[in-house]
Every structure is written in C-alpha cells, then in structure tokens.
C-alpha cells in the first residue's frame, strides 16, 4: 500500500502571516487538529501548525493569539514523504521520530496529508 492510497488529499492550509487565533478559528471550523502553514516562496519549504504547538506557546509561555502568527509557532520545515512512499515506510519513519503527521509532496507541491491516524484506520479496516 503507499502513502497516496492513504493520504487526505483535501487539505487545510493557512497563512504564516495569519494570527493564532485565525489558525485556531480554522482547525475549529474544519474540526481539525492541525494545519498545512503554506509556503511563502515557490523555493520555501511547508510548514505544520498543531494544537500542541498553540498549547505550548500560548498557555506554557503565555503567549499572545492575537499578536503572535503563525509563522512564530509552527514547526517548518514540515517532515514531508512523496506520495509513491510505501505506507510501511511511512509508519516506521513516525514510529521512529515521534512524528504523528506528514505533509505528502510532489515534486515540492502540497498533494495531501497523512497521519497516524489514517494508517491506523487503514490497519484496523483490514483486521475487520
């Protein structure tokens, strides 16, 4: 199986220059737990913003929502995988690093996303 049988293709992105609080509005919106931080230049890379990383800033350093972006809390570059990626592949590299969510690429464009979730659907989906 590879990472585009699996992969959310409808992904949510946002700004870098976009508030917290923007960000938090649009994981709510979307019921998500993270978001795709678009590239600012074609050479740029992605980025990744998660609840933790609005947690960790916001409630443990006291940060800001409105006077903080984006770009001050998110981890970038994302770790990124290329859609023709064997799931097998993928499931060992976030084992591995402790990462629970991919930003799929190709050729240096957002195709989709994938997390641990969705690996672990997929294996359930077959156990049945």
């Given at each position: 199986?590879?990472?585009?049988?699996?992969m959310?293709?409808?992904?949510?992105?946002?700004?870098?220059?976009?508030?917290?609080?923007?960000?938090?509005?649009?994981?709510?919106?979307?019921?998500?737990?993270?978001?795709?931080?678009?590239?600012?230049?074609?050479?740029?890379?992605?980025?990744?913003?998660?609840?933790?990383?609005?947690?960790?800033?916001?409630?443990?350093?006291?940060?800001?929502?409105?006077?903080?972006?984006?770009?001050d809390?998110?981890?970038?570059?994302?770790?990124?995988?290329?859609k023709?990626?064997?799931?097998?592949?993928?499931?060992?590299?976030?084992?591995?690093?402790?990462?629970?969510?991919?930003?799929?690429?190709?050729?240096?464009?957002?195709?989709?996303?994938?997390?641990?979730?969705?690996?672990?659907?997929?294996?359930?989906?077959?156990?049945?």
């Amino acid at each position: 199986m590879l990472v585009k049988d699996v992969m959310v293709t409808e992904v949510i992105s946002v700004s870098p220059f976009a508030t917290l609080r923007e960000a938090l509005s649009l994981m709510k919106r979307h019921d998500l737990k993270s978001l795709v931080v678009e590239k600012r230049a074609d050479h740029d890379a992605y980025g990744l913003i998660t609840y933790t990383n609005v947690l960790k800033t916001v409630i443990a350093e006291e940060g800001d929502i409105d006077l903080l972006n984006v770009y001050d809390v998110c981890a970038k570059p994302a770790v990124s995988v290329g859609k023709s990626l064997a799931v097998k592949h993928v499931a060992s590299l976030m084992s591995e690093h402790k990462i629970k969510r991919l930003v799929v690429l190709d050729d240096n464009e957002l195709v989709g996303f994938i997390a641990m979730d969705d690996i672990m659907d997929v294996l359930l989906r077959d156990i049945e």
